[in-house]
């Protein structure tokens, strides 16, 4: 067991140091947030669309900052996020889905995407080319403001909101030994006036780097180091830890991020025999930057997997008895 965790060590010491380093990237967030990324990589890269061979669908829940309460009691209160994902392969294609819903006080997003990807052997893996569309909605509900003149006759009331096309692409290489991929988000970088004449507010272009190494401890136990980086407009935000799996049912892990210098706690498991089911949680705890922050976020996913769907004829079977 030992002399084969040191060859898979240095096998892969390239893709471990690329995970230690990204950690030392200042930190900063555009998109919405989620701890468990490496659950449901669908949402970074339009190649993970269909990359693990199963139909699966996902529902994500995320609040941040639990207990925040804002100055104005009706302003909102702790950030929420919900996110529900659709992915299935078919043949050497892969399709997918996925809803955003991102809260953050006054401020709404929306985000509704169709997924392809393509995938060829190559290297012992599989190399996926991927490619995303769909439509992002921005709103602002301007009764949670609060002005310092609240006559002013130029500011807004009610809820203004508007939905720009919205395109991203991405590559993905998956081998059983580990996996590395990038992509790019917001490539049109739409912008919303929101209400206002001159103003704009931009949604640039977010590129990811999602990396993890898969070692195994024996016929038990499987460690994955992994890391996340993200960067838009100069600024670059990175996290990075591992996760642990016991006989492919129950899986716990930490990871770390620069961000309010986050520690991060997860784990999760399979509610069934044939691994269909799986139930995952995050628990963030801020030990750094803005004390005045409520100190902990939480995150649940649940997801369900079929089988990869058949297509074709269904292959013949003769027997001796019946011949055609």
Request: aromatic share 12%.
């Amino acid at each position: 067991m030992a002399l084969n965790f040191t060859f898979s060590i240095a096998k892969h010491k390239w893709l471990i140091c690329l995970l230690l380093l990204t950690s030392t990237f200042a930190s900063a967030q555009k998109d919405a947030q989620f701890s468990l990324f490496n659950l449901n990589q669908l949402f970074i890269n339009p190649a993970a669309a269909g990359a693990d061979g199963l139909t699966k669908i996902q529902v994500t829940h995320r609040t941040q900052y639990v207990g925040y309460q804002s100055t104005n009691a009706d302003a909102g209160g702790a950030l929420s996020t919900q996110l529900v994902s659709f992915s299935m392969p078919v043949k050497n294609f892969g399709i997918g889905f996925y809803a955003l819903n991102d809260n953050s006080g006054p401020r709404n997003d929306q985000d509704f995407k169709l997924s392809a990807s393509y995938h060829f052997p190559l290297a012992g893996g599989n190399f996926f080319l991927g490619a995303s569309a769909g439509m992002f909605r921005q709103a602002i509900d301007y009764g949670k403001l609060r002005a310092r003149d609240p006559d002013d006759d130029l500011i807004k009331t009610g809820t203004i909101a508007e939905m720009n096309p919205d395109i991203g692409a991405g590559v993905r290489y998956v081998s059983d030994a580990f996996h590395v991929g990038l992509s790019v988000s917001h490539l049109l970088q739409p912008k919303y006036q929101l209400g206002t004449e001159t103003g704009t507010n931009p949604l640039p272009a977010t590129a990811y780097l999602n990396a993890g190494v898969n070692i195994e401890m024996g016929y038990l136990l499987d460690i994955q180091p992994i890391v996340l980086v993200k960067a838009y407009t100069g600024s670059v935000s990175a996290e990075g830890g591992a996760t642990v799996t016991y006989n492919k049912r129950y899986w716990a892990g930490a990871t770390y991020r620069q961000q309010d210098t986050y520690f991060i706690i997860m784990g999760g498991l399979y509610l069934l025999p044939d691994q269909s089911l799986r139930l995952s949680g995050a628990y963030d705890m801020v030990i750094g930057g803005n004390r005045q922050k409520s100190p902990s976020s939480f995150e649940v996913m649940l997801s369900y997997a079929l089988p990869s769907p058949k297509f074709g004829k269904k292959t013949i079977i003769r027997t001796p008895r019946f011949r055609y």
